[in-house]
Each structure stands twice: as structure tokens, then as C-alpha cells.
């Protein structure tokens, strides 16, 4: 359970601590506010990254060069501190327990966070970056070292597409990159095929509660380089190579890779429709958790952050929504006005207002 959070400069924070007494906490208060931002600070203690933007420059206060988040975390018998402190954009410090981390995955899945978010409809209709990035979020989230796979092979590859951009025929420079990137590719493709198997049985068991009948859902991973080992993809560059130095990057690769979904054989980013495509997204997220529950199998380590999702929901969904992220050890909500969702009782709720968090109350 998430204990106390820190924020310093982030978002529109100067300087904010908030304690939390209750497994269930609720941020209310009008738009442009900070709910949001409480929530994206926790998930970015999480993750190290945000479930919002990829710019750290959009995440530190207005004026400020860098900016500092800390989470106090316990269970039953401990309790542990995370640290995360940007001097500026590029310059970063992680600590647990006031000693220095120098690895990402070292950090990471300390807290396991599933993100439920307005915007989530766009991992099913929008571009194949965001599919790409929901699945890697939800697989570095259960094993640290594919986050670091994911590092190291799109510095590789910026590396070698520097180098293709230059219309550079130094072929062996050019090669030189290859047998990491192919190394790396073959990793995170197995993983995500692995992984988009995992999510398609969870969101049809999911789905079997508003639909019946056979192929219900499909999850399909679409490989840019049709090809998965070591050695075939070497010589997928192999074959490839010229025509690259012509276009000036690579062609294919895990950073080019796109997802199918389907809903009773109707591919949903074309033809779903938006009630469909919402529901479907929310499936997604609920099946990251239960995956979590299935692997981890400790609800305790698991917390849930609903950024203002109930407008969307009909009540046969709320209720398996609730069942779900009730499993989790800990939930925090937004709400612009609490009085209409007062059925979450013995929920600890704080005022937001402009950038500033006023003290919680428990409601029964």
C-alpha cells in the first residue's frame, strides 16, 4: 500500500505531500485541477515513464529544470521508500531507500500499476504506436529486463539509421549494428507473441460476460519482419540492406510491428464501434491486471488508478470493472464530483485545487 507521495515541481506541483490512510482513495475536483497529475506521478514512480507523454519536458513544472516524485510504499512487516529526481530533462537520480540505483530494472515493478484511463480507446483506434506501447508497457511491468531490451535496441537502432540517413555505404559500419539489433528483435518479438496470446484469452473470458458464440476475440501480432530467430532475422538485414541505404532507414523491426483486434470477426479499428471499442479497451486494461494477479499472486503489490472512467461505463460493466480492480491492494480515483459515485464507500477523498491538495476524510 501506497503510504505518502511527494511532488516537487511536477506538473502544475510546487511542493506537495499527501498521506494516505485507505486502500481506496478518491481526488475530486473540477478539471484542469491536478487530479490527473496525482495520478500520472504514481505511475510514473512505477514505470519511470508517463502513461501521458514521453517528454519530460511536458511533465516538469513550468519554469523548472527538473523535477523530484517520492513514494513511501509498505506491506505487512516493511516499508520502503522510491525516489526519482530529474535536475533537468536528461540528468537522472533513482533511489530506494536513499541508496542509489543505476538500473531501470532495478527500480521498476517495486509497484505494479494499471493505468484506466479516457484516452485508453485509442490503444484499439488509434495509431500502431500506441498498441506497440501498451503491450510494452504490460510486459516490462512483469519482466524488468524486456524494458532494457526495449532501451538498448532503439539505441541501436537510432544508431544505425544515423548512419543510413548519412547515405553512408560503409557497409561494414552499417552490419556492424546488426547482429545486436536481430539479437534484440528476436527477444521482444517472442516476448510480445508470448504476451498477445496471454491478453486474448483474458479478454475473451472478460468479453463472455456481454457476448456469446465462438471467435469472439483475436489479439494478433502483426511481425513487419515476418520472421522471429536469431538467424532469420540477420538475414532479413542481409537481404534488405541496400534498399535501406537507399531509403535511409531501417525497414523492418519490433519498433515497426502493429496489433490486430478483432470483436466477432470485425476488425475494430475500422469497423468496431465506439461502444464496442471502449468496452474492448477497458478489457484490456482489466486483463493486465488479472495476468499481474495470475503471475505475481500478490494483490497486495498491485494498485489500480482510474482516471475518471465512470462516465463511459453502463452498469452491467461498472460492476465487472469493480470486480476487477477491487482485487487489487490498493485503488486511487478521480472524480469531478465524488457525490455521484458514493458508492465506493470507506474511500479516503482529498480536494484538489489548483495545483494543491487539501486533507483527506474518510467517508462511510
Not at 506491506?75 to 541508496?99: A, F, P
Not at 532501451?151 to 552490419?175: E, G, P, Q
Not at 538467424?231 to 534498399?243: A, G, I, T, V
Amino acid at each position: 500500500m501506497i503510504n505518502r507521495l511527494w511532488l516537487h515541481n511536477f506538473r502544475n506541483y510546487s511542493n506537495q505531500e499527501i498521506a494516505f490512510k485507505s486502500n481506496i482513495v478518491a481526488f475530486v475536483g473540477a478539471n484542469g485541477q491536478g487530479k490527473s497529475n496525482l495520478i500520472e506521478a504514481i505511475f510514473f514512480v512505477s514505470m519511470l515513464r508517463s502513461f501521458i507523454t514521453t517528454r519530460i519536458a511536458d511533465i516538469k513544472k513550468i519554469g523548472s529544470l527538473g523535477f523530484y516524485l517520492g513514494i513511501e510504499y509498505s506491506g505487512d512487516s516493511w516499508e520502503r521508500k522510491l525516489e526519482i529526481d530529474y535536475s533537468d530533462e536528461v540528468t537522472r537520480k533513482l533511489l530506494i531507500d536513499n541508496q542509489p540505483v543505476n538500473r531501470s530494472s532495478d527500480f521498476i515493478r517495486r509497484i505494479k500499476s494499471v493505468v484506466f484511463a479516457p484516452d485508453d480507446i485509442n490503444i484499439v483506434t488509434g495509431q500502431s504506436g500506441l498498441r506497440r506501447r501498451f503491450i510494452d508497457m504490460l510486459i516490462s511491468v512483469n519482466e524488468p529486463g524486456y524494458m532494457n531490451a526495449l532501451h538498448n535496441y532503439n539505441k541501436a537502432l537510432r544508431s544505425r539509421n544515423a548512419v543510413l540517413r548519412n547515405n553512408s555505404y560503409d557497409t561494414k559500419l552499417i552490419m556492424a549494428f546488426e547482429p545486436v539489433l536481430a539479437e534484440l528483435s528476436s527477444f521482444i518479438i517472442n516476448r510480445r507473441l508470448e504476451y498477445a496470446e496471454f491478453i486474448e484469452q483474458e479478454v475473451i473470458e472478460l468479453l463472455t460476460h456481454f457476448y456469446k458464440g465462438a471467435g469472439l476475440f483475436n489479439f494478433i501480432y502483426k511481425n513487419s519482419a515476418n520472421v522471429v530467430s536469431v538467424d532469420q532475422l540477420l538475414e532479413k538485414f542481409n537481404k534488405n540492406r541496400h534498399r535501406e541505404q537507399r531509403k535511409g532507414f531501417t525497414l523492418s523491426g519490433p519498433h515497426l510491428d502493429d496489433f490486430e483486434l478483432y470483436l466477432k470477426n470485425i476488425q475494430l479499428r475500422y469497423f468496431g464501434s465506439t461502444g464496442q471499442c471502449r468496452l474492448v479497451a477497458l478489457c484490456l486494461k482489466m486483463a493486465q491486471i488479472n495476468l499481474l494477479l495470475k503471475q505475481d499472486g500478490k494483490s497486495s503489490d498491485i494498485i489500480a488508478l482510474v482516471d475518471d472512467v465512470y462516465g463511459n461505463l453502463d452498469n452491467k460493466i461498472k460492476e465487472l470493472f469493480m470486480e476487477v480492480i477491487n482485487r487489487t491492494g490498493q485503488i486511487f480515483h478521480t472524480f469531478t464530483d465524488y457525490d455521484k459515485h458514493n458508492q465506493i464507500a470507506g474511500a479516503e477523498v482529498f480536494k484538489i485545487k489548483d495545483g494543491k491538495v487539501f486533507n483527506g476524510q474518510i467517508m462511510e
